[in-house]
């Protein structure tokens, strides 16, 4: 649905993106994640057609996205750095988005209104960062969008709202097959919600996969092994991250659970545990260990 | 097919903006009451000739609100519509909409021609409305015939003059009139865009706006300069020049270049000038360049703002080729007013010039690479300053070499006596239609042998003028601008143009000429000419400059002849007496250029055949022989 093929793109001598690759499934939600100036927002506002690659391919449902008005329509955006017309306030902004947007919902409209609670007349340029936020909200989600954009769509926003917000767009892609990416920094809610994550680093995308698959195929372990019997060759799985706690290891490995265990029990361990792991940490530690990416 | 309009955009913009639009039909209204109710200026005009005075500048194009409606207007409305280019997350949300980079750029202009020329078109139509209700026929309905007090302005809309009572806001005028300053704010607005479409910094759109009008005026003076200092005779660029030129060159219109490339009919009018020698300028013309840049410039920035590129918003000059062209033409521009304004405190020495350059091309290098990098630190920019300096100086050294070996021949040729029809030392033949030149040469042999002869005193003594001029006292440079116009044999003309002091013109021996009665009665042929004329008016000022109730208004007859004997006489007798003040070497020349007060103008109107339909002069002189004549025949008491 949402593709992006050797996407690079340079501002100044200092490339942002190198020959990124992206894949979105419809109807499902894909959480971007990566260190500040990885190339997330670089990535998202390609796919918003508001920036031109200078080469490879961004395309939404195989049409390329740049100066495509047609599939912008389809496309929700909301960024980081909200910019609404001066003076204006919701009520005239709704008229506004409403012309433009052919999909407009004034029902929807209406129902998110009343449940963000928001002064209708109230000049945006006066709300809060998180009112911003949400009135941003108001409006992509009543342009009934099929692709939903959001760069760090919770910052500023506080819990009960961040619940709103995800309820309304859980619901939009079980409904109608709306197909979203969202990059935030906040690892734990994306955990919650996101059906597959990427993650971006120095402008290339290191891991892009299931977030249950992802989650199965990395492992956080201590184990401890009796002296002299330690694996002199390593263990034979990748290992992401090791460190040493006294005659304790804790790693944390690539592989599928049963072949990690029954490797390290062949080694007859004193000491063998599976602590659970967060998607934060898996980030932590995926990114730590794709240091010496070069390009 | 999308629509090249998106109205939903195109609506909100307008729904944005109106009060820029409505703050303009303000600004107009003001104008328009102030510019026919205005009649406390001056008392001693009647209220209706000031009212038709006021009404005149008006759509005549000199008002000076007009004029600056034409620069603000598109600034204002360029600047308001166009700040998101200037904001990258106001850019993102633009680009983000579902509209094309087209539609946005299609929105945006017609948004702006709305804005600006909606107040424009309203005030035009309440300007119709005095047809309706004309007011009186003539100020004094006791005499017999319409009492001519004329409004003079030398623009296309009117004929010569208006009498007072005409009515002047015709649609034919009043449509001229918007149609004007349609043009001149289309223009203008076309120029800032284009300044927009390579800007993403708002301060430097507006710079680039400001400049871009005079790029073409700096190529010419550069030409100019290139010309004066190395091909014809050494002339300095003055500081005079420089001022002339660009205060003349309005930003909005290039009037004064284009009177320099085209024929006169095809003249810009202002002033009065075109008006004295009796030319009717042909708008079009000027209307057609104008739309024809005016176009260019729109697709330009229409082309600008397609390859643009978000990410370099903020940014002084977006696309580096023209970051680069920009700085080089800034350096290049300030290279040379630099070194005009350096050779004219080294009172011409060309020595002078070359500092300057030198000088000017560094200081305004940094302080242009300052602007386009927004920062005082561009010590780093020290390599490509090498190389545009490399560049330039090339340039330089193979100007100089085409100069030195191809122009020489150029720059000292004089022609042979007996290749040469006519001559002519007028200033005013640039003005005169290329067909109706003819009549201001000079043909007879003993003038064409001194003018020669002088021409080549002038080319010997080069190195003496360069001595005269830096050695004048008091370091300011009294001279006259010769000009030489050859009418060749051959059906060519040759033109040279010299800067010389007072003193040389005496030494060369042309200021004899210039006293001598051939030579002044060229410059108003028509006198030569009795048989031609179809009327002449006389109009009569006294000494406080107060305008004679009636113009004296002779058609042809018989006693016409001794009219223009008497005519001649005062008009050589005015000639001479201002030669002699202007080169008398005890003179103050500061004072003697101070206008005596005119005792009388006079136009001739003449058939076809001659130079000029109308022919306009103001005697400096008592006029006393054709006073007797005016007395002799009646027409004095």
Same mark, same amino acid.
């Given at each position: ?288 260990g794709a240091n010496e990416i070069p390009y | ?57 008006? +759509? ?36 983000? =909409? ?5 539609? @946005? ?29 004309p007011g009186p026929e003539t100020w004094d ?13 030398? /623009? ?53 706006? #400001? ?27 003055s500081s005079t020049q420089i001022y002339t ?5 309005? !930003? ?13 009919? =095809?003249?810009?009018?202002? &002033? ?12 079009? #013309?000027?209307? +057609?360049?104008?739309? #024809? ?33 920009? #700085? ?89 006596? !007996? ?31 001194? $003018? ?27 001279? +006259?601008?010769?000009?030489? /116009? ?22 060369? &021996? ?91 103008? $006079? ?18 002189? /008592? ?6 004549? @005016?007395?002799?025949? &009646?027409?004095?008491?």
């Amino acid at each position: 649905m949402v593709q992006i093929e050797n996407l690079t793109k340079a501002f100044d001598g200092y490339t942002a993106l190198h020959r990124l690759n992206l894949n979105i499934k419809k109807g499902s939600i894909y959480g971007l994640v990566g260190v500040n100036g990885s190339g997330k927002t670089t990535a998202i506002k390609h796919l918003a057609g508001i920036y031109r690659q200078d080469s490879g391919n961004v395309c939404i449902g195989g049409m390329p996205v740049y100066d495509n008005a047609n599939l912008k329509a389809l496309v929700g955006y909301i960024p980081d750095d909200l910019y609404f017309f001066p003076q204006y306030n919701m009520k005239s902004l709704r008229k506004f988005y409403a012309g433009m947007y052919k999909n407009w919902n004034e029902k929807r409209y209406r129902h998110l209104l009343e449940i963000f609670k928001l002064d209708e007349k109230k000049n945006v340029g006066r709300f809060s960062k998180g009112m911003q936020k949400q009135a941003a909200f108001i409006f992509v989600m009543s342009a009934m969008p099929n692709v939903l954009l959001l760069d760090e769509p919770i910052d500023g926003l506080d819990p009960i709202v961040r619940k709103l917000v995800f309820q309304e767009i859980i619901e939009d892609v079980a409904e109608k097959q709306m197909t979203v990416l969202v990059s935030s920094h906040n690892l734990k809610e994306m955990d919650g919600i996101c059906d597959s994550i990427g993650i971006i680093k120095n402008g290339q995308m290191i891991i892009e996969r299931d977030l249950d698959e992802l989650k199965s195929d990395v492992h956080k372990i201590q184990v401890a092994f009796r002296p002299g019997l330690e694996p002199k060759d390593g263990l034979g799985f990748e290992v992401l991250h090791e460190e040493d706690r006294g005659s304790i290891k804790l790693m944390v490995v690539y592989g599928k659970e049963d072949e990690v265990s029954q490797r390290i029990k062949s080694f007859n361990p004193l000491i063998f545990d599976r602590l659970p792991l967060t998607l934060e940490e898996i980030f932590i530690y995926e990114t730590e260990g794709a240091n010496e990416i070069p390009y | 097919m999308k629509s090249l309009i998106n109205i939903p955009l195109l609506k909100e913009q307008l729904k944005r903006f109106w009060a820029i639009s409505a703050a303009f039909m303000l600004i107009y209204l003001l104008l328009g009451v102030l510019t026919v109710y205005n009649t406390s200026a001056h008392h001693w005009l009647s209220i209706d000739f000031q009212q038709a005075n006021n009404i005149t500048i008006l +759509l005549s194009m000199q008002h000076q609100v007009t004029m600056w409606m034409m620069i603000i207007s598109p600034l204002c409305v360029g600047l308001a519509l166009f700040t998101y280019h200037f904001n990258r997350s106001a850019s993102a949300a633009y680009y983000s =909409f579902p509209i094309t980079k087209s539609q @946005l750029f299609w929105a945006e202009i017609v948004v702006a021609l709305i804005l600006m020329l909606l107040p424009l078109l309203i005030f035009c139509l309440i300007l119709l409305a005095p047809i309706y209700y004309p007011g009186p026929e003539t100020w004094d309905a006791t005499v017999e015939r319409p009492n001519w007090r004329f409004i003079m302005f030398s /623009t296309a809309i009117f004929p010569q003059e208006i009498a007072v009572g005409s009515v002047i806001n015709t649609p034919a005028v009043v449509a001229g009139f918007f149609a004007r300053v349609a043009i001149g704010i289309i223009f203008y607005f076309s120029v800032l865009k284009l300044a927009v479409s390579v800007s993403g910094n708002r301060v430097v759109a507006v710079l680039l706006a #400001v400049v871009i009008p005079f790029i073409p005026v700096g190529i010419h003076m550069l030409i100019d300069m290139i010309g004066n200092v190395y091909v014809l005779g050494h002339v300095g660029l003055s500081s005079t020049q420089i001022y002339t030129t660009f205060a003349f060159t309005n !930003p909005a219109f290039w009037g004064e270049l284009i009177n320099t490339y085209v024929p006169i009919e =095809f003249h810009t009018p202002y &002033g009065n000038r075109l008006l004295h020698l009796g030319v009717e300028p042909r708008l079009w #013309v000027n209307y +057609l360049i104008y739309t #024809v840049i005016t176009v260019a410039l729109i697709t330009l920035s229409y082309f600008c703002t397609h390859k643009r590129k978000l990410e370099r918003t903020g940014d002084s000059v977006v696309f580096t080729v023209i970051n680069n062209i920009c #700085v080089f033409l800034v350096s290049a521009t300030g290279m040379i007013f630099t070194g005009a304004f350096i050779m004219n405190m080294f009172r011409g020495r060309i020595v002078g010039m070359y500092i300057g350059l030198v000088l000017g091309f560094i200081i305004f290098y940094f302080v242009a690479q300052m602007i386009a990098e927004k920062s005082f630190n561009v010590i780093h920019k020290l390599k490509d300053f090498l190389r545009y300096g490399g560049i330039m100086a090339g340039m330089y050294v193979i100007m100089l070499l085409i100069i030195n070996f191809g122009m020489s021949a150029y720059i000292n040729r004089v022609p042979e006596a !007996p290749d040469v029809a006519g001559v002519s030392l007028s200033s005013n033949m640039r003005w005169i239609p290329v067909n109706e030149r003819h009549n201001m040469y000079v043909s007879d042999s003993d003038s064409i042998a001194r $003018i020669l002869e002088a021409h080549q005193y002038i080319l010997a003594n080069q190195q003496q003028l360069q001595r005269m001029r830096r050695q004048a006292m008091d370091g300011r440079w009294f001279g +006259l601008t010769i000009p030489f /116009t050859y009418l060749l044999n051959d059906g060519t003309t040759m033109y040279r143009r010299y800067d010389l002091s007072t003193d040389f013109v005496i030494s060369s &021996g042309l200021g004899d000429l210039m006293k001598s009665t051939p030579i002044i009665l060229a410059e108003f042929p028509v006198l030569l000419h009795p048989e031609a004329v179809e009327n002449v008016h006389i109009r009569i000022w006294n000494e406080d400059m107060v305008i004679s109730t009636n113009i004296i208004d002779i058609t042809y007859n018989s006693n016409i002849t001794s009219l223009f004997e008497a005519l001649r006489e005062d008009y050589v007798a005015s000639v001479m007496e201002f030669w002699e003040n202007r080169l008398s070497p005890e003179l103050d020349h500061h004072v003697q250029t101070v206008m005596r007060p005119r005792i009388m103008d $006079i136009d001739i109107r003449v058939f076809e055949q001659y130079w000029t339909r109308y022919g306009w002069r103001n005697f400096g002189t /008592t006029g006393e022989h054709t006073l007797e004549w @005016l007395e002799a025949n &009646g027409y004095l008491e």
